[in-house]
């Protein structure tokens, strides 16, 4: 079974940075397509940014310039450095992994087959 772990999520005032972390628990797993997504009281979860095994990376339009998603596949964790973060950033960010897909990753939530219990993202104006 594949666990992920987030951490590093807080409360920062707005134009301020955070860096997210998320930790797989198996190596073996940590090639594959990966991804931050994001869910706001009330309302749907989306996508944030997605990266595959080469570093490719789509971002959404809302956070393209400020986020910035990176992994590293020899310490199993997926990063997203947020900067100039926005009182509607805040929301539970969770990291998933999609163990079907190694490129060419989806931006479909449900494509993703292993998610993590998220880490609150809080941005005061």
């Known amino acids: 079974q594949v666990q992920l772990v987030e951490s590093g999520g807080g409360s920062v005032q707005s134009g301020g940075s955070l860096r997210l972390s998320c930790t797989v628990s198996?190596?073996?797993?940590?090639?594959?397509?990966m991804g931050w997504f994001r869910q706001a009281p009330g309302k749907e979860r989306e996508r944030v940014a997605v990266?595959?095994?080469?570093?490719?990376?789509k971002y959404a339009d809302s956070v393209k310039g400020r986020f910035t998603v990176s992994r590293d596949n020899a310490k199993n964790t997926l990063y997203l450095q947020m900067n100039s973060l926005k009182p509607e950033d805040t929301a539970m960010y969770h990291c998933?992994?999609?163990?079907?897909?190694?490129?060419?990753?989806?931006?479909?939530?449900?494509?993703?087959?292993?998610w993590g219990q998220g880490t609150q993202v809080t941005v005061s104006s």
């Open positions: 198996r190596y073996t797993y940590s090639g594959y397509c």
């Open positions: 998933a992994i999609d163990t079907k897909r190694w490129s060419s990753c989806s931006i479909d939530q449900y494509e993703y087959n292993y």
């Open positions: 990266i595959d095994s080469f570093g490719i990376t």
